[in-house]
């Protein structure tokens, strides 16, 4: 009985152990969660680009309720978003501007919301958002 009970309760460290070590995952393409997170992003970068955008993304982490992306932004074609009219057109003139994103997001009160995000970026701009927004440094592709 007492052998019986021990197995249990070790069972039971290792499960709750498991859940809050919960890892690094990408979202599946197609799947709610992924839709959720990528459309949240779109809301504020269409409204700031005042046009319709895909996101091509090459590195999509998720570790409990963080996320971070990054990616090329896309016009609906295929092609790249134009850029007249924006806040990255000078950068884009100057040829300090590479056509990317990087986005961090959070997951308050069942809905995905930006913390912050980055297009154009020339360098590792998202180097120190872990520690800025205390989100968790394994989604990060770089940290400083």
């Not at 069972?11 to 992924?34: D, H, N």
């Amino acid at each position: 009985m007492l052998n019986r009970s021990f197995l249990l309760l070790a069972a039971l460290f290792i499960l709750t152990g498991s859940a809050l070590a919960q890892g690094v995952y990408t979202p599946e393409k197609g799947s709610p969660e992924r839709k959720a997170i990528l459309d949240a992003l779109r809301l504020p970068v269409e409204k700031e680009l005042k046009q319709q955008i895909v996101f091509v993304a090459n590195s999509f982490n998720v570790k409990g309720n963080w996320a971070f992306i990054g990616g090329d932004p896309q016009s609906p074609d295929g092609g790249q978003p134009n850029y007249r009219g924006t806040p990255y057109q000078e950068a884009k003139d100057a040829d300090m501007f590479d056509n990317n994103f990087f986005a961090l997001l959070k997951k308050t009160g069942g809905k995905w919301k930006v913390v912050h995000y980055a297009i154009g970026c020339t360098d590792v701009c998202y180097a120190d958002w872990w520690s800025r927004y205390k989100a968790p440094k394994a989604i990060f592709p770089y940290t400083e």
